[in-house]
């Protein structure tokens, strides 16, 4: 009974002007309900051992594409710069998945719960294949960043669906070992990602990063059509009015919060380069990038409790605390997981392929991070000295990073990216993890959502805020007078063209000067979030996640995922 009076459009806490007839033939119906056997006691029924396993086998297959694409490219992205003559677009390629990753987020999980789970399944899977096709056939860099959306918007439908269906083909019993399956496939991929993809760049091409997609995806695709039928206890509400389905999906705070994340990327990508900061066009977008963010908080207050972020939500201090250091610990990594290759590769003049094993101390230390304090966090249970602990190491490191220069050793490079990388790692899971513990049972999906959002939100912002303060520094600062050297011919080289595009040694220096000025103030902006993710971690409440949360029944699932604790709630 308390569950679909959540799934409601009007909630308790914001009841709707009703008549007292209306009011009256609702209470009625929700006593028949109360008195009607729910349809959780039915004792589910599972697929086989061996249906389960090739379904398991599936959504995992779904669960590593979408964790490689969020890191291959980075290795490769250097020499998709230098074949497009796109260097000064770079921030897009990362940002454009990681935007629609984010804002699409609550928008599947909706469709999860308003159709059937097989038929938006699948339809996550073709989205996210054609992304892939139209990156991997990419005849210019728009090509590439509009592949990349729809890649992140199909991305977004098979994170949230994964954890969906596992929790009605799987028993309660084994839950809690898949889902660790899939943390051990996130982990495994974080590091095998960047080594591939400069695999592919140096040894085939680096559209092999996308053409990948298509068999994986495609086994997931016929395992899923074949094997797997959406049981009836996930149907959990009945279909929605279209004045309610327009609601609960709110679709307009989505249009405006992806109009103004355009405006700021394209500011932060032409700013400083093709246009001045004080020119129409960048104060153009910048006002309009204010009064789209207006126009959503707006938008989101009048929504009430169907809205993306409900602000009833927000008045936790704790919940506050862990979406803004989710925000600015992942705004100053995910900037700093992009401008790592462009050191080695431009700077150091290493091969992309070298680039990739040369991440592996920072990718390797973050998924042994996440794994060791994901459990001791569970024994410990007090969240804040991990946030502490975690935001001292993020902001040593990414400081430590300004020292680099085309000299630095082996060991300093290394032994940086270790410091860095435990630090991130540490933090990265946290606050989903503390939101989805001090809920209570009907906001679990929401809050952890919340959560998610603003972390995929912060890597999208770091990405093209890192870019474009590489991009602006490194023409300032190219030395004026020299008719070979110039900021048109240093952007067209790309990262990894420098060393051809400027043959003459005293050329090459001033440029790669120029790179690591670039880029120690890009480390500079990731030291300064990762310090105000420190910071923000003092707002939250003292407490332990081992404490019952309020009015809530134990969650079945330990995931980050917002839907895999709803499709929990519904099983």
Known sequence: MEERQSDDVSSPQNPPVESKGASAEIEMQSQTMAKAPAPQATAPSYPGALQQSFLLVALLLAMFIVALDMGIIATAIPTITKEFHSVDQVGWYGSAFLMCLAMFQGVWSKAYKFFPLKIVFLSCIFVFEIGSL??????????????????????????????????????????????GLFGAIWAC???????????????????????????IGGATFLIILFLFTTPPQSRSVPAPSWRQYHREFDALAVVIGLGAWICLLLVLQDGGVDHAWNSSFSIGLLVGFWLLVIAFIVAEWKQGDTAL????????RTIAACTIYSFLSNAGGVSRTYTLPIFFQAVQGVSPSTSGVRTIPSVLSFSLATLCCSIMLGKFGYYQPFLWAGGILITIGSGLYYTFDPSS???????????????????VQL???????????????????????????????????????????????LPSGNSIVTPAHVLAAGATGLRQAFPDPRDLAAVVASYMIGLRDSWVFTTAMSGAAFIAAFAGEWRSINEPAPNAEPAAVESASPSATEAVKHD
């Open 189 to 215: 991929v974080s590091v095998l990602g960047p080594v591939l993809g400069g695999v592919f760049t140096q040894d085939l091409t680096w559209r092999w990063c996308f053409w990948i997609n298509l068999p």
């Open 431 to 477: 606050p989903a993890m503390v939101a989805q513990k001090i809920s209570s049972r009907q906001d679990l999906s929401v809050t952890v959502g919340i959560v998610m959002f603003a972390q995929f939100v912060g890597g999208g912002f770091g990405v093209s805020t890192g870019q474009a303060i590489v991009n602006n520094r490194l023409i300032d600062t």
């Open 134 to 179: 139209v990156v991997a056939l990419a005849p210019n860099s728009v090509a590439v960043i509009a592949g990349r959306a729809v890649q992140g918007l199909g991305g977004a439908g098979l994170t949230s669906g994964c954890y969906i269906i596992t929790a009605f083909i799987v028993q309660p019993s084994r839950l809690s070992m898949v889902m």
């Open 309 to 316: 972020i409900p602000k009833r939500l927000l008045k936790s």
């Open 409 to 427: 050793s082996a060991g300093l490079w290394i032994g940086y990216q270790i410091i860095a990388g435990v630090g991130q790692g540490m933090v």
